[in-house]
């Protein structure tokens, strides 16, 4: 997932909201891109705290999409994915951020680094 995620970054010059839209295309028809790195994931989404409401519900979106294309089989995994859509955008962002930046999704993704407040979010959409 991660290096789909920077071969994204690299095709789209870094537009975070360009890569989640490339993601979003091939996760859609790769399920497989999600689901085989669904514990990573899980992990990496139970540390973000910072989203912007938008690109959660976006991510979030297109995470249920693939659990319910996957039908009964992934029945269990529902639990988790609130934070596996958090891991996504933050993944995202911290491979458009500048080297040594520290990564928060809220700042990266909504407005293309301008600060949260101008995403007016203040960036504190916590939990799920």
Request: hydrophobic share 40%.
């Given at each position: 997932?991660?290096?789909?995620?920077r071969?994204?970054?690299?095709?789209?010059?870094?537009?975070?909201?360009?890569?989640?839209?490339?993601?979003?295309?091939?996760?859609?028809?790769?399920?497989?891109?999600?689901?085989?790195?669904?514990?990573?994931?899980?992990?990496?989404?139970?540390?973000?705290?910072?989203?912007?409401d938008?690109?959660?519900?976006?991510?979030?979106?297109?995470?249920?999409?693939?659990?319910?294309?996957?039908?009964?089989?992934?029945?269990?995994?529902?639990?988790?994915?609130?934070?596996?859509?958090?891991?996504?955008?933050?993944?995202?962002?911290?491979e458009?951020?500048?080297?040594?930046?520290?990564?928060?999704?809220?700042?990266v993704?909504?407005?293309?680094?301008?600060?949260?407040?101008a995403?007016?979010?203040?960036?504190?959409?916590?939990?799920?």
């Amino acid at each position: 997932m991660r290096e789909f995620i920077r071969r994204a970054v690299r095709q789209v010059n870094g537009v975070p909201n360009d890569v989640l839209s490339t993601l979003e295309n091939q996760v859609r028809l790769h399920h497989e891109l999600v689901l085989d790195a669904w514990d990573e994931m899980r992990s990496r989404g139970a540390a973000v705290i910072h989203v912007t409401d938008r690109d959660y519900e976006r991510s979030r979106q297109l995470v249920n999409e693939i659990l319910q294309a996957e039908g009964a089989e992934a029945v269990t995994l529902r639990r988790t994915q609130d934070l596996v859509a958090r891991a996504i955008i933050e993944m995202i962002a911290q491979e458009v951020a500048p080297p040594g930046a520290t990564s928060l999704a809220a700042v990266v993704i909504e407005d293309g680094g301008r600060g949260s407040e101008a995403a007016g979010t203040n960036g504190n959409r916590v939990g799920g």
